[in-house]
Structures are given as structure tokens and as C-alpha cells.
């Protein structure tokens, strides 16, 4: 069963707008990474943010993590059509080494 | 400057035949993955290796084999394919700790008839 849930499944916005993703896990966590698949690729890693941590800035990303609410936000700003993909949080849980990946939102942005 | 690269890219076999997914990686890196993604699951870790020689399980090992004898080498073998192994292959490659960053591949798509 996965450890991670993301919400929405599916996103549509025009060009210029704000795009936030969540990301919710069931058992503590290590760290939380975010990726960016586009279709027919691999994964990309976007940004890390480790569980003493609250907000990272990347670029137009912006992470939030709530580890009492189990949660973490992907925020992306001034969209780009560039941005469509498909989004995923990775976890790395407290108890092992590996990490264990959300079922993916899957972002179009439309010009 | 290759990075992870995985042979082939898209293959179609057929029931009961045994298929190996190749994966190189140029960085040295020590920990390798296989994951496989299907619709409605994500992406679920079949094995891992931390070295050379040293290989686990993940969440579905079941019907896969892996072996690790170089570093740079993480082949994937479907011993006796089944329809259910019908899925897009990604290698990952980690240079430390498995927690951190990992680097994918561009995938392999495998249709089992």
C-alpha cells in the first residue's frame, strides 16, 4: 500500500497561474522530495525538504512541510506551459532507507 | 557524460519467456533501484542494491531477479514473463545514502503478450 497520497490526481490551469499540489504520508518521515516526470521520461528531482525543516525556495517552487498534519504542499508559481507534467512526493520514512513515492498529480498547463 | 542509461527502451516479449532490462550508470554511484510504474500505483520498488555483490528486496520482487557484479551494471531479469509484468521500468541510481536524491533513468516500456 502506498505511504503517500496526492491530491489533486489532476490539475488544468492557464499559463501564469499558481499551481499547488499536495502530498500526504502516513508514518514519520526523514525527508520529502518532490519530482517531475514528463511524459514518456524519467523522473526529475525537484527540491528536498528535510523533516526539521518547514519551507524551501526553489526557483518559482516553493515546499511546505506540516509534520503534524502528515502533509507537504508544492507550490508553483507564474506557470509555464513547460510546466506540464506529472508530479510526485517521495518519502523517506523514519523506519528504513528507501524511499517510497506517491501516486503523482498530473499537471497541464495550457498556453 | 551519459548518466543512467537503459536498454532497450521498449520491448514486447511474450508469456513464459525470460527478459533482461539493462541499466549503466557513468557516475559510480553506490545504490541502485529498479522501480516499475503502472497506472493507479506509482512507482513501486521491485529491488535495490547498496554495492557491488549486494542486492535486497523491495516492495514486489516477486517474478524479477537482479544481480550487481560492477558497479556501474544493475540488469533486471524477468526469469518467465507474465502478463502482470506488462509496466514501464525505471533504474534510479543514489551516489550515498538510498534517502537522498536519486537519478532516473529514461524508462523501459515492456509489453508482455
Known amino acids: 500500500s502506498q505511504q503517500g497520497e496526492e491530491d489533486p490526481q489532476a490539475l488544468s490551469i492557464q499559463e501564469g497561474e499558481n499551481a499547488t499540489m499536495n502530498c500526504s504520508y502516513k508514518?514519520?518521515?526523514?525527508?520529502l522530495q518532490w519530482y517531475r516526470q514528463n511524459s514518456g521520461r524519467g523522473l526529475v528531482h525537484l527540491i528536498l525538504i528535510r523533516s526539521n525543516e518547514r519551507e524551501k525556495h526553489s526557483g518559482r517552487l516553493r515546499v511546505t512541510l506540516d509534520t503534524s498534519k502528515k502533509s507537504s504542499s508544492l507550490l508553483i508559481t507564474a506557470s509555464r506551459a513547460a510546466d506540464t507534467a506529472s508530479y510526485f512526493c517521495?518519502?523517506?520514512?523514519?523506519?528504513?532507507?528507501?524511499?517510497?513515492f506517491g501516486g503523482g498529480t498530473r499537471l497541464m498547463v495550457k498556453p | 557524460d551519459a548518466g543512467i542509461t537503459q536498454s532497450p527502451r521498449y520491448k514486447i516479449t511474450e508469456t513464459g519467456r525470460q527478459v533482461t532490462l539493462m541499466c549503466h550508470q557513468t557516475w559510480s554511484h553506490s545504490y541502485m533501484f529498479w522501480y516499475r510504474q503502472d497506472l493507479g500505483h506509482g512507482l513501486r520498488l521491485i529491488y535495490y542494491s547498496a554495492a557491488a555483490d549486494i542486492t535486497d528486496k523491495g516492495e514486489v520482487p516477486d517474478g524479477y531477479v537482479v544481480s550487481r557484479s560492477k558497479t556501474e551494471n544493475f540488469p533486471l531479469t524477468l526469469e518467465s514473463a507474465t502478463r502482470s509484468q506488462t509496466s514501464v521500468y525505471f533504474c534510479a541510481s543514489s551516489p550515498s545514502l538510498p534517502r537522498e536524491t536519486q537519478y532516473f533513468g529514461p524508462g523501459t516500456r515492456l509489453l508482455v503478450l
Open positions: 517521495a518519502m523517506r520514512l523514519n523506519a528504513g532507507n528507501m524511499l517510497t
Open positions: 508514518t514519520s518521515i526523514n525527508n
